[in-house]
């Protein structure tokens, strides 16, 4: 899985599908068009896996979201919190702030995904006891 | 304004040329007179960027003893940090918030008066310039050698569908 971050961003991925309102869209791993197009449930699948190697550390937590933020797409409730308990595993509760607001920044325009995305993460926020950044004061400058 | 549009996610290594200066990164060589160190570019660097939501080195490198108990404490259950302990945490790893990050400023309209003031000067100087500089035209120039260059397009029936003469009225002997 380490690998297959790595072979993502070296092909720069620049095959990726226009931004639609949905949470995710189908990203192909390779630029065929004869080849198989990666479905989003295997996307997802695949980045909640990396995010979830119990011995992650500082710098795959960081390749793994810039890739992920480098994406067209915002990242699907399931693999932010993935992304939130490897925060927790590393001790480092300002990077799972710095998720929180680099997926409110993806949504752009479409401002109904991020309360979603909240509201999906709720009880994992509660448990590991992050605050969001509107309970912080940040989201103002 | 070092930075660069943000378009290509592939080149994330390649981004080393933008540069934000940290607080405890001294100045670029500018001044002669005053002892400064250049950025070390092969070390990891900081920055604020909206696509690098996670720097590849932390804001703070120098952290006060406060700071560290902060960061022990940290080790615990983050539902026993204040909300000024998780800011001040964030702090230390980050040094603009994404709202920060991305407000715009007024330099736009620095911008703008700068190229019109120097369209403005640039026009003085050619004013000047034809005034003084410029030899006087050339006597095809004149009214009467002009009235008399129309008469004879006008008479050779220069572009006389959709042009020239087309729209001068032959039988009126008048402009349309």
Same mark, same amino acid.
């Given at each position: 899985?380490?690998?297959?971050?790595?072979?993502?961003?070296?092909?720069?991925?620049? !095959?990726?599908?226009? *931004? $639609?309102? *949905?949470?995710?869209?189908?990203?192909? *791993?390779? !630029?065929?068009?004869?080849?198989?197009?990666?479905?989003? =449930?295997?996307?997802?699948?695949?980045?909640?896996?990396?995010?979830?190697?119990?011995?992650?550390?500082?710098?795959?937590?960081? $390749?793994?979201?810039?890739?992920? /933020?480098?994406?067209?797409?915002?990242?699907?409730?399931? /693999?932010?919190?993935?992304?939130?308990?490897? !925060?927790?595993?590393?001790?480092?509760?300002?990077?799972?702030?710095? /998720?929180? =607001?680099?997926?409110?920044? $993806?949504?752009?325009?479409?401002?109904?995904?991020?309360?979603?995305?909240?509201? =999906?993460?709720?009880?994992?926020? *509660?448990?590991?006891?992050?605050?969001?950044?509107?309970?912080?004061?940040?989201?103002?400058? | 304004?070092?930075?660069?549009?943000?378009?290509?996610?592939?080149?994330?290594?390649?981004?080393?040329?933008?540069?934000?200066?940290?607080?405890?990164?001294?100045?670029?060589?500018?001044?002669?007179?005053?002892?400064? #160190?250049?950025?070390?570019?092969?070390?990891?660097?900081?920055?604020?960027?909206?696509?690098?939501?996670?720097?590849?080195?932390?804001?703070?490198?120098?952290?006060?003893?406060?700071?560290?108990?902060?960061?022990?404490?940290?080790?615990?259950?983050? @539902?026993?940090?204040?909300? #000024?302990?998780?800011?001040?945490?964030?702090?230390?790893?980050? +040094?603009?918030?994404?709202?920060?990050?991305?407000?715009?400023?007024?330099?736009?309209?620095?911008?703008?008066? @700068?190229?019109? %003031? +120097?369209?403005?000067?640039? @026009?003085?100087?050619?004013?000047?310039?034809?005034? %003084?500089?410029?030899?006087?035209?050339?006597?095809?120039?004149?009214?009467?050698?002009?009235?008399?260059?129309?008469?004879?397009?006008?008479?050779?029936?220069?572009?006389?569908? #959709?042009?020239?003469?087309?729209?001068?009225?032959? #039988?009126? @002997?008048?402009?349309?």
């Amino acid at each position: 899985m380490f690998r297959a971050v790595f072979r993502l961003s070296s092909t720069g991925a620049r !095959c990726l599908v226009r *931004s $639609k309102p *949905s949470i995710s869209a189908p990203l192909a *791993s390779r !630029c065929y068009s004869h080849g198989r197009v990666e479905t989003d =449930e295997e996307f997802d699948a695949r980045w909640v896996t990396y995010f979830s190697k119990p011995d992650i550390d500082a710098w795959e937590l960081r $390749k793994g979201m810039n890739t992920l /933020i480098g994406y067209d797409l915002v990242p699907e409730a399931k /693999i932010v919190d993935s992304a939130l308990r490897a !925060c927790r595993r590393l001790n480092d509760m300002a990077s799972a702030i710095r /998720i929180l =607001e680099a997926v409110k920044d $993806k949504a752009g325009p479409h401002k109904e995904i991020y309360p979603y995305l909240i509201q =999906e993460l709720q009880p994992t926020l *509660s448990e590991l006891g992050i605050s969001t950044p509107e309970q912080l004061g940040m989201d103002q400058l | 304004m070092l930075h660069l549009t943000a378009g290509h996610v592939g080149s994330l290594v390649a981004r080393r040329a933008t540069v934000a200066l940290t607080t405890n990164s001294a100045r670029m060589a500018s001044h002669g007179h005053e002892v400064s #160190e250049a950025v070390d570019m092969s070390k990891p660097m900081y920055w604020d960027r909206r696509e690098i939501p996670l720097p590849d080195k932390r804001y703070k490198d120098i952290l006060t003893p406060a700071d560290k108990s902060l960061k022990e404490k940290e080790k615990g259950p983050w @539902g026993q940090l204040s909300n #000024e302990e998780k800011l001040a945490l964030y702090r230390l790893s980050f +040094c603009q918030t994404y709202p920060e990050m991305n407000q715009s400023s007024s330099e736009w309209k620095t911008v703008v008066a @700068g190229v019109l %003031y +120097c369209i403005g000067l640039t @026009g003085l100087v050619i004013i000047w310039q034809t005034a %003084y500089v410029s030899p006087p035209a050339p006597r095809s120039f004149d009214a009467e050698w002009q009235a008399k260059q129309v008469k004879r397009m006008l008479d050779m029936r220069v572009s006389p569908i #959709e042009g020239f003469a087309a729209q001068w009225d032959y #039988e009126k @002997g008048q402009w349309k």
